[in-house]
């Protein structure tokens, strides 16, 4: 059983396109995130959630809406795709929220193009 | 704000070469300290971690430790495998909610 598995694995769309990528992990964590990775690998935090709440919300544009229905899921919903959207998004979970033990379980990544 | 800092890749060797990859980091605070290792096609996966100063977080023949005084924490390897090859990133955590702030990311490829 995947831990945690994101769909779809790729994803090639037109730029002005809506689309969305789905989470869930079977690990019973109560946190999830949402990181992207671009082309020179750089990894950066977008979202997390814990328990459905929002607790962390970089500076990412509007266009990107995460939703948890619950704490076993999250998704990211992004709007009105652009070029520089192209890159990989890992969802990662972690059992801890507040006490910052840094291991998080990543899923494979979903390889997002934008033509 | 804080940050990590990573020797550019690629590092090429041949297998059972020694591996030294470097990292050092920015923080205002105590943070914590990781390395993620990322195999091809898949997601990343926590190699080792350590949690304050002095400490040596160590994991399948890797090892990195927490150095306050040179704010390093370099991960090495004896002899590394062929298998070892993939994309290695070191990361911090200031404590508040595994905000972990990635490196760049250092491709090691190990030749037979």
């Known amino acids: 059983d995947t831990a945690v598995s994101q769909t779809p694995k790729y994803l090639v769309t037109q730029m002005g396109n809506d689309k969305s990528i789905k989470c869930e992990q079977n690990l019973g964590h109560d946190t999830m995130y949402w990181y992207k990775q671009d082309s020179k690998k750089f990894l950066k935090i977008m979202f997390s959630y814990n328990n459905k709440e929002l607790i962390i919300n970089e500076t990412v544009p509007n266009r990107f809406s995460p939703k948890s229905p619950d704490k076993a899921h999250l998704n990211l919903h992004i709007n009105s795709l652009e070029l520089g959207d192209s890159a990989v998004y890992f969802c990662a979970s972690s059992h801890d929220r507040g006490r910052g033990t840094g291991e998080l379980f990543f899923g494979e990544g979903s390889r997002l193009t934008v033509l | 704000g804080d940050s990590v800092t990573q020797m550019e890749g690629p590092v090429t060797l041949s297998e059972e070469a020694f591996l030294t990859i470097n990292c050092t980091y920015t923080?205002?605070?105590?943070?914590?300290l990781f390395w993620y290792v990322q195999y091809p096609g898949e997601g990343l996966q926590l190699l080792l971690k350590a949690t304050k100063a002095d400490d040596k977080g160590s994991n399948k023949g890797f090892e990195a430790t927490y150095r306050k005084e040179t704010t390093s924490f370099h991960l090495e390897k004896g002899s590394v495998q062929v298998s070892d090859s993939a994309v290695y990133f070191c990361a911090l955590s200031d404590g508040g909610y595994n905000k972990l702030i990635f490196g760049a990311g250092t491709r090691l490829a190990v030749h037979p």
């Open positions: 923080a205002t605070g105590y943070p914590s």
